[in-house]
């Protein structure tokens, strides 16, 4: 009768080693799934958000046609409302705002969305949140993402220089920054683009 050898002490620990490799080398994939997962989810949010941001813009420019279109784009007369020809960004206090003072960020938008935080003093400013609570608090603890949207506005180019006068069209841009507790410069950013027209507009 022929006895069966058994496994020797180095076969056994190849035959662990190359297990531990393998299982090393799937456990690396779960961070970077995991990231990849979080940075899609993220935009998807700040496209969401920026989306509801440029449609409410252009409701809002267009809804009462003869007095919102000088309101908000045209450059005389200038008003609190009057969107900024360039990126607010550039006037962003070094680090950063403070995300959770009620004072600098004091009333939801709720016309826009309760988690949309309007900035008090620059204008075109905005921090949207998203939270496990419908009608989130700036300063709340439960906040999963923080971002700051800046909104502006552009003329629409036709070719080259050349584009149309604000009394014709303009170019509604959203930049949405994240997490917004890091420098602007160290944030994610994707920017988005609405271009509306005059529908009062005769030559």
Same mark, same amino acid.
């Given at each position: 009768?022929?006895?069966?050898? !058994? ?7 190849? #035959? ?6 393998? +299982? ?14 979080? $940075?899609? #989810? ?19 420019? /267009? ?15 200038? /008003?609190?409302? /009057?969107? $900024? ?9 070094? !680090? ?5 003072? /009620? ?13 949309? *935080?309007?900035? &008090? ?15 989130? #608090? ?8 923080? #971002? ?9 180019? +036709? ?5 149309? &006068?604000?009394?014709?069209?303009? &170019? ?15 944030? &994610? ?11 009062? *507009?005769?030559?």
């Amino acid at each position: 009768m022929k006895h069966k050898l !058994p496994f020797t002490m180095v076969e056994i620990l190849l #035959a662990l080693g190359v297990c531990a490799i393998g +299982i090393c080398s799937i456990m690396v994939l779960f961070p970077i799934g995991a990231n990849a997962s979080r $940075d899609a #989810a993220m935009e998807t949010y700040a496209a969401n958000a920026a989306d509801q941001m440029l449609n409410y813009l252009k409701y809002e420019i /267009t809804r009462n046609n003869s007095v919102n279109w000088n309101k908000y784009i045209l450059d005389a007369p200038v /008003t609190a409302d /009057t969107l $900024d020809t360039t990126n607010p960004a550039i006037n962003e206090p070094v !680090p950063s705002y403070n995300m959770l003072s /009620t004072t600098v960020w004091p009333n939801s938008m709720g016309i826009v969305a309760n988690n949309v *935080f309007r900035h &008090q003093a620059n204008k075109g400013v905005y921090q949207i949140l998203s939270c496990r609570n419908a009608t989130p #608090a700036v300063n709340s603890p439960e906040v999963d993402f923080r #971002a700051i949207m800046n909104v502006w506005r552009q003329q629409v180019p +036709i070719s080259g220089s050349l584009a149309l &006068q604000y009394k014709m069209a303009v &170019q509604l841009n959203v930049e949405v920054s994240w997490p917004a507790n890091l420098p602007y410069a160290a944030r &994610q950013k994707s920017h988005y683009v609405l271009e509306v027209f005059n529908p009062n *507009f005769t030559p």
